[in-house]
């Protein structure tokens, strides 16, 4: 049972990447899907999350615009294409999963998810 993230690399400003995060041993159905990033030296923090069931989203008001979730449960597979990016967002990038009944995905940052995966690196040169 594992979560694996993908996509990440160096890439110049203003130039865009697509963050791949496969399930692997059980299904997202029935989950909250959330991508957190963190930055040398600071917090981590939420950056985007869906509702498997239906699709629903949530974007920090940093990335609002620039990036956007999506999900394929035929894959068991969410997506986060990042365009216009900037230095800013040069991070490791995690992807983690909480199985929920929630309305929201928003639950993936209120409560401890069930799987993580182990990150990938996305620098943003300028």
């Known amino acids: 049972v594992q979560l694996v993230e993908s996509g990440g690399g160096l890439v110049q400003a203003g130039g865009s990447l697509r963050l791949s995060c496969v399930a692997s041993?059980?299904?997202?159905?029935?989950?909250?899907i959330g991508w957190f990033r963190q930055a040398p030296g600071k917090a981590r923090e939420g950056v985007s999350c869906?509702?498997?069931?239906?699709?629903?989203?949530y974007y920090a008001d940093s990335v609002k615009g620039r990036f956007t979730i999506s999900r394929d449960n035929a894959k068991n597979t969410v997506y986060l294409q990042m365009n216009s990016l900037k230095p800013e967002d040069t991070a490791v990038y995690y992807c983690?999963?909480?199985?929920?009944?929630?309305?929201?995905?928003?639950?993936?940052?209120?409560?401890?998810?069930?799987?993580w995966g182990k990150g990938t690196l996305v620098t943003v040169s300028s």
């Open positions: 983690a999963s909480l199985e929920t009944g929630a309305s929201s995905c928003l639950a993936i940052y209120y409560y401890s998810a069930d799987y």
């Open positions: 869906i509702r498997s069931s239906d699709g629903s989203t």
């Open positions: 041993g059980f299904t997202l159905d029935d989950n909250a």
